[in-house]
């Protein structure tokens, strides 16, 4: 049995118009390299991404996929038809099978939200603020598509994939009709309550996919908000029948003899770890550990039976573990290091492959137009885009921009920040917390502290698969160095000081998807 996973296309309509040309003729509505550069994720490129993706799951021979949330750009009207059109699309060609969960980037909750994006045409100039609100001041443009969903609208525009029982499918169900007097769909009553889309579907005989809506909608004065940051928190206090049903359908699926797979859009745990036992933390920056549940959340669905949990949001590629509950996270193909999961199960053993978008076709599309938005005042991080060669290349060269601008001033404290351009050597040989730590590397003890904190950033957001993108030699000192400070870690010796804090994040980050014991 074999199926992939994609999360978080975040697909942006580059042919839909939105007002400024004519929708279907070809020509490009593009965002500004200047709000690329700005996220954690490329907006131009989504489009031929997603086709690469499809065409790699054709080439490979899987028909059944699941869509892990934020398969759109924001939930636009218009943004979400492209989407469909491309699934329709290998569908009939190709005999493809989809299965959708939604993200925070998807639908807004009981009512649907105006949004407004900064968008110019492939000439790259004159950008203009287009906009589903017709109040909106001129010259903004006035595009009825660019309205985000409410949430029954998602779920009504993605019923035919998966999320309304399926016309030929072995089995689908969703927690409304399996629990015990209701936990219905819809909750008209209690508006702090929204529409429940989880549902549990068996497109390959004895291969269950538990496929669990975890958006949380609350109400803050007139606006909904999605409680994307610790997400599966929120979710467990407040739909606990979600958890009934989920402990239902694992006793089932083990009593069948059936392969259960669970999937939604956010992390089950932590996607760094350090401590053991009942010490068990998340281990990551300050941004980073607001946005993951708590370590009890995945205990929680532990015992309630879950083995294996695919999620997304995070665009990043790893796996961590905790109490019997794996949480495979899946990269977006719009964040380095951009690609999609493939599982292969039996009723042994499950394989998890990461597929990696190194060429995708037409990803340059929007290059002509972003060298003409910044002609000779280009700084030199935008310039190494307009040089990339492949979409990988390209994905690394934004990340690095992100962790340049953006990563290292918003997650590091003063002390820290003046030790950036200081040798790695220096700073273990004077700081006396630090002195154990290896130091037989001497090429790497010369490089700037710098250095460790940008690879810090690659390997958490790729683990194994970012090791083709730092020196072979800084890769022997990181291991040495990982395993040097988990070993302090178990037998209690503590290292004090923002270096040293740091180095503990660094050391969980090695271990998040087993690279450092291969």
């Known amino acids: 049995m074999q199926i992939a996973v994609v999360a978080d ?24 390299l200047a709000d690329t550069m700005a996220s954690t994720r490329v907006f131009n490129e989504s489009h031929a991404a997603f086709r690469a993706v499809l065409d790699d799951i054709v080439r490979r021979g899987i028909r059944d996929v699941v869509l892990l949330g934020d398969y759109s750009d924001d939930g636009q009207v218009d943004a979400v038809a492209a989407v469909k059109r491309l699934l329709s699309d290998y569908e009939a060609r190709h005999g493809l099978r989809f299965f959708a969960t939604f993200g925070n ?55 035919p994939y998966g999320v309304a029982r399926p016309a030929s499918i072995l089995h689908w169900e969703s927690p409304h009709e399996t629990l015990e007097g209701g936990a219905p769909r819809y909750v008209p009553t209690d508006e702090r309550l929204h529409l429940d889309a ?22 803050t004065g007139d606006t909904w908000q999605v409680r994307a940051d610790a997400a599966w928190d929120h979710v467990l ?6 958890l009934t049903w989920i402990e239902d359908v694992a006793d089932r699926a083990n009593r069948l ?3 259960l797979l669970a999937f939604s859009h956010y992390p089950a745990l ?29 205990r929680r669905l532990a015992r309630a039976g879950l083995r294996w949990h695919f999620s997304g949001h995070m ?38 492959e990461i597929a990696q978008l190194e060429e995708v076709m037409g990803f340059d599309a929007a290059f002509p137009a972003y060298a003409v938005q910044f002609g000779d005042k280009i700084s030199p991080c935008f310039a190494k885009v307009l040089v990339c060669k492949t979409y990988a290349e390209f ?9 340049e601008a953006k990563h290292i001033p918003d997650d590091w404290p003063p002390e820290l920040l003046a030790c950036l351009d200081v040798p790695i050597g220096r700073i273990f040989h004077e700081d006396a917390g630090l002195a154990s730590l290896p130091v037989g590397w001497p090429d790497a003890m010369s490089l700037p502290f710098r250095q460790i904190v940008e690879d810090y950033y690659l390997l958490r957001a790729a683990g194994r698969y970012a090791l083709g993108d730092i020196l072979a030699e800084r890769v022997a000192f990181y291991r040495d160095l990982a395993r040097c400070i988990r070993a302090q870690e178990r037998l209690g010796i503590g290292m004090s000081g923002e270096v040293a804090k740091f180095l503990e994040l660094f050391a969980a980050c090695t271990h998040f998807d087993g690279w450092l014991d291969e």
């Open 105 to 159: 980037h998807d639908c807004y909750g009981p009512v649907p939200r105006h949004l407004a994006k900064l968008l110019t045409q492939a000439d790259g100039l004159e950008p203009l603020l287009v906009t589903s609100d017709d109040l909106a001041p001129a010259p903004a443009i006035v595009c009825p598509g660019m309205r985000g969903m409410s949430t029954a609208e998602a779920v009504e525009a993605m019923a």
């Open 315 to 352: 665009h990043v590629a790893g796996r961590v573990e905790l109490e019997g509950l794996v949480n495979i996270a899946v990269p977006s193909p719009v964040a380095y290091p951009g690609g999609y999961a493939i599982v292969t199960c039996d009723a042994r053993q499950i394989d998890i």
């Open 198 to 219: 989880s549902y549990l579907v068996e497109p390959q005989e004895g291969l269950w996919l538990l496929m669990l809506d975890a958006n949380v909608f609350h109400k």
């Open 9 to 32: 296309v975040h697909l942006h309509d580059l042919y839909g118009g939105y007002g400024m040309v004519e929708e279907g003729s070809g020509e490009l509505a593009l965002r500004t």
């Open 237 to 242: 206090a407040e739909r606990p029948s979600l």
């Open 270 to 298: 932590p996607l760094a770890l350090s401590g053991e036992g009942s010490d068990v933390r998340a281990a990551s920056t300050p941004d980073w550990s607001k946005r993951m549940p708590s370590p009890e959340s995945g």
């Open 395 to 403: 994905l690394r060269v934004h990340l690095q921009n992100l962790i």
């Open 257 to 259: 003899g059936k392969t």
